[in-house]
T-cell receptor, first 114, second 112 residues
Framework: QKEVEQDPGPLSVPEGAIVSLNCTYS??????FMWYRQYSRKGPELLMY????GNKEDGRFTAQVDKSSKYISLFIRDSQPSDSATYLC??????????????FGKGTHLIIQP | NAGVTQTPKFRILKIGQSMTLQCTQD?????MYWYRQDPGMGLKLIYY???????DKGEVPNGYNVSRSTTEDFPLRLELAAPSQTSVYFC???????????FGDGTRLSIL
């Protein structure tokens, strides 16, 4: 089973707020975890990736993985209107080698109100 | 920095027609992938390749074919277009299977 669940939103927050985006997965075989951002009519753009449980920070973004709970989060601090996009969580490594690609959630549509 | 380039960007086909979606990358990546994205749905893997001459099926391969004669190119072929194949198609590449994938901007395909 390779299901990945995300609340599709839309999630609307005021500029400057802290945003929490969440994702759950069912298969403990996933080995690494990616977050992509997708603007309208564009391809997914990598934001964060991690290979282990715990937190990883990059600027205003923090990715959090809890493998025991099969729960993935992305936090955005000081949110900006330019952060308005769809955010896709994508665990991978289902079959061990990683060659079979990523399993994507449906994405959460985020709107940052100026 | 071209990255992953997909052509065409838009196409309208009639039922039963065939076409090839082109994908090329200039990063010398061994792994390449084709996904489709339907409205409100996550990306679904169609086919992938771990190197020239090697391809394998993903989650939704029916109605599609691929080839990989060079490291740079990974075309996707629709032989008999059906309305169910109306979607946005994304190509991606990565240097290794457990590394982040780089995506093109997609081909929007409508089958009428």
């Amino acid at each position: 089973q390779k299901e990945v669940e995300q609340d599709p939103g839309p999630l609307s927050v005021p500029e400057g707020a802290i945003v929490s985006l969440n994702c759950t997965y069912s298969n403990s075989a996933f080995q690494y975890f990616m977050w992509y951002r997708q603007y309208s009519r564009k391809g997914p753009e990598l934001l964060m990736y991690t290979y282990s449980s715990g937190n990883k920070e990059d600027g205003r973004f923090t990715a959090q993985v809890d493998k025991s709970s099969k729960y993935i989060s992305l936090f955005i601090r000081d949110s900006q209107p330019s952060d308005s996009a769809t955010y896709l969580c994508a665990p991978g490594g289902y079959s061990g080698g990683g060659a079979d690609g990523l399993t994507f959630g449906k994405g959460t549509h985020l709107i940052i109100q100026p | 920095n071209a990255g992953v380039t997909q052509t065409p960007k838009f196409r309208i086909l009639k039922i039963g027609q065939s076409m090839t979606l082109q994908c090329t990358q200039d990063m010398n990546h061994n792994y390449m992938y084709w996904y489709r994205q339907d409205p409100g749905m996550g990306l679904k893997l169609i086919y992938y390749s771990v190197g020239a001459g090697i391809t394998d099926k993903g989650e939704v391969p029916n109605g599609y074919n691929v080839s990989r004669s060079t490291t740079e190119d990974f075309p996707l072929r629709l032989e008999l277009a059906a309305p169910s194949q109306t979607s946005v198609y994304f190509c991606a590449s990565t240097p290794a299977g457990n590394q982040p994938q780089h995506f093109g901007d997609g081909t929007r395909l409508s089958i009428l």
